[in-house]
């Protein structure tokens, strides 16, 4: 069976990466979408068991000592997680998994299943465009607000460690660049030739 790919998006707070994922996702077939648990509280409007799992510090906490957490970190003030048993289930099956995870979370993935993993970093075209999204979205109380653009700087300088950088200045444009990524990464030669089975074109019989 075909393993699938773990398509890991990362960028600082507010770049647009829920946006670009989801447009993205809607447009494609046999993509499934990682669902996080955190201890941030909704925001409204958001569902537990859609945007987010949603769950308390003691429940957090005991998950990581259960070792059920591919990925864990503490981004802008509150606990993120990426379930591990989703994760190799789903990849095992083949499903193409996408995961919107910040920039520590993203390159601890990517120590652990290297193979597996594509880094893909959302960047904004300016650092005040950046700070225009996220006080236009006002999720954040001025306070979060800060903590998540300062988060933003040391985000900003692991760029090179990314497979792939997507400037969102142009929504639709940025959309159609995450799955021009999506689908060249289904042929790379190397995931191509794995699975060759079916085809004949490589044993240069003549017909
Ligand atoms: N290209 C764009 N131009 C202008 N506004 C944009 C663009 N892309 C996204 N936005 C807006 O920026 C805001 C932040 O986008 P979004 O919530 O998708 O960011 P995010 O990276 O997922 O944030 P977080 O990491 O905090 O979850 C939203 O209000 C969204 O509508
Ligand atoms: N390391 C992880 N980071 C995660 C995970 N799920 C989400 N995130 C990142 O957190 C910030 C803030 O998200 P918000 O919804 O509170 O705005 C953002 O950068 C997400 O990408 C996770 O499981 N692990």
């Keep these: 069976m075909t393993k699938g790919i773990l398509y890991v998006v990362s960028g600082p707070s507010g770049v647009g990466k829920s946006s670009i994922i989801k447009n993205a996702m809607s447009k494609l077939e046999g993509f499934s979408f990682s669902i996080s648990y955190t201890t941030r509280p909704p925001r409204p409007g958001e569902k537990d068991g859609k945007d987010y799992f949603f769950i308390d510090e003691k429940t957090f906490d005991k998950m990581v000592e259960n070792d059920e957490f591919l990925e864990y970190a503490e981004v802008h003030g509150h606990k993120y997680g990426t379930s591990k048993k989703y994760i190799k289930d789903k990849i095992n ?42 006080m236009n979205r006002g999720t954040e109380k001025e306070k979060d607000l800060k903590i998540r653009l300062a988060d933003a700087k040391w985000e900003l300088s692991k760029i090179n460690e990314f497979d792939y950088l997507i400037v969102n200045e142009d929504l639709n444009e940025a959309i159609n660049q995450l799955i021009s990524i999506f689908i060249a990464e289904q042929i790379k030669t190397e995931r191509v030739t794995e699975h060759l089975g079916k085809y004949s074109f490589f044993k240069f019989e003549e017909e």
Excluded: C
């Excluded at 880094?119 to 075209?125: R, Y």
């Design 93 to 134: 099956e083949g499903m193409n998994i996408v995961l919107d995870i910040d920039v520590q979370g993203a390159l601890n993935v990517v120590k652990k299943m290297p193979k597996e993993t594509v880094l893909i970093f959302i960047a904004p075209p300016s650092y005040s465009e950046l700070k225009k999204r996220l």
